[in-house]
C-alpha cells in the first residue's frame, strides 16, 4: 500500500533517466522517515547502471531509484528513537520504494532508512555531509593496510583519491604521492605531488593504492613498485582487470583488494568530518537543482572539471 508519493530520480531502463513521482509504503516500526536536503552522484556505480554495464548486482533492475550518498531531516521516527523529528542525518540508500528498484534508493526528496543505518551529523556540514560515504570507502582502505603501512602512492585524483591523501596524513602523518592521467585533475597549489605517472621519479614505491576503477593502470603501478610491494585495488572495475605476470612475479607482488565501507568506517568519518578533523572544502564542484537531474548526471559523468556533483532536493 502507497504511503507517501515523493520526486525521485529513476533510471527506467538503461540509457533513460526521468525525474518523477515514486511511491513509498510506511516506514517499519525500526525505520524513519527521511526528507532530502542533498544527494551526491556516484560516478562509478550509478554511471554503470545508468548505462546497463554494471556487472550482477543483489537487487540490480529497472526501473530503479539510485543513489547512496542523501543527507536530510528527520521527518518520523520510531517511538523512543534519538533521531527525532529535525535531526540531520547521513542516509546510506532507501529500502522503501514500491514501484522501483531500490538500489539503492537515496536520489529522492523522501527515503525510508533503518534508523541504524542513519548516521547524525551536524547541520553546517550541509551539502558537505554527502561525501561521507567517500570518506568512510578511504578510511575502509586504510584499514585493509594496517599491516603494510600507508599507501605512498594513490593512483587517482578524484575526489576518492583527495580523501584518501588527506586521511592518509590525518591517520599516519604521512604524505602519499598521486598520479592523475588528467591534467585537469592536476591543479596547482596543492602541499603534496601530483603527477602524472609518466613524470613521475620514483621506482621504489612498497604500498600502492588506486582508486581510479582503471583497469590497465596495473601495469604501471607494478612497474613502479620495489620487490615484495603491495597493490591495494581500492576502485569499482567493471572490465576483467588483468596485467603482465612477469613484472608482478620478478617484483613477488601483492595483491590486496579494498572493498565497500563498512559501518564503522562511516561512524569513524563522520566523527572526522563532524569535528572538523577532516576537510571537506573544494571537493564539492557542482550543484544544481533536482529539477536538472538529467544534466547533473550528464554533467557529473562527462565533464572531468566536475569533481563532484550534487543533486539540491530542497525546492522540490
Request: charged share 20%; proline share 8%; glycine share 8%.
Amino acid at each position: 500500500m502507497t504511503y507517501k508519493k515523493t520526486t525521485a530520480v529513476i533510471f527506467e531502463k538503461p540509457g533513460l533517466l526521468e525525474v518523477r513521482e515514486a511511491s513509498l509504503r510506511a516506514p517499519a516500526a525500526n525505520e524513519c522517515l527521511i526528507e532530502s536536503d542533498w544527494s551526491g552522484i556516484s560516478t562509478g556505480t550509478e554511471r554503470l547502471m545508468l548505462t546497463g554495464e554494471m556487472p550482477p548486482f543483489p537487487g540490480l533492475g529497472y526501473p530503479l531509484i539510485p543513489g547512496y550518498e542523501t543527507v536530510g531531516k528527520v521527518v518520523e521516527s520510531p517511538k523512543g528513537s534519538d533521531l527525532r523529528p529535525g535531526t540531520y542525518v547521513f542516509a546510506p540508500g532507501s529500502v522503501g520504494f514500491t514501484d522501483a528498484k531500490n538500489l539503492f534508493g537515496g536520489s529522492a526528496r523522501h527515503i525510508i532508512c533503518p534508523e541504524e543505518r542513519l548516521i547524525p551529523l551536524p547541520e553546517k556540514l550541509g551539502s558537505e555531509g554527502v561525501l561521507l560515504a567517500l570518506a568512510a570507502t578511504a578510511l575502509h582502505a586504510l584499514r585493509r593496510c594496517e599491516q603494510i603501512g600507508p599507501p605512498q602512492l594513490v593512483v587517482g585524483h578524484g575526489v576518492l583519491g583527495q580523501l584518501l591523501a588527506r586521511l592518509t596524513r590525518i591517520i599516519h602523518g604521512t604524505t602519499p604521492t598521486v598520479w592523475e592521467r588528467d591534467p585537469a585533475r592536476r591543479p596547482a597549489g596543492l602541499d603534496y605531488a601530483v603527477y602524472d605517472a609518466s613524470q613521475d621519479p620514483r621506482h621504489d614505491y612498497s604500498v600502492v593504492c588506486d582508486v581510479s576503477g582503471s583497469a590497465d593502470a596495473l601495469n604501471q603501478m607494478i612497474a613502479r613498485c620495489k620487490p615484495g610491494a603491495t597493490v591495494v585495488m581500492a576502485g569499482f572495475y567493471s572490465s576483467a582487470v588483468t596485467f603482465d605476470f612477469p613484472p608482478a612475479f620478478m617484483r613477488e607482488i601483492n595483491l590486496l583488494v579494498s572493498a565497500e565501507w563498512q559501518p564503522q568506517d562511516l561512524k569513524e568519518a563522520a566523527r572526522l568530518a563532524s569535528d572538523g578533523t577532516l576537510d571537506f572544502s573544494q571537493l564539492i564542484t557542482d550543484v544544481l537543482p533536482a529539477t536538472r537531474a538529467p544534466q547533473a548526471y550528464d554533467r557529473a559523468f562527462n565533464d572531468s572539471r566536475c569533481l563532484k556533483m550534487v543533486i539540491d532536493w530542497r525546492s522540490i
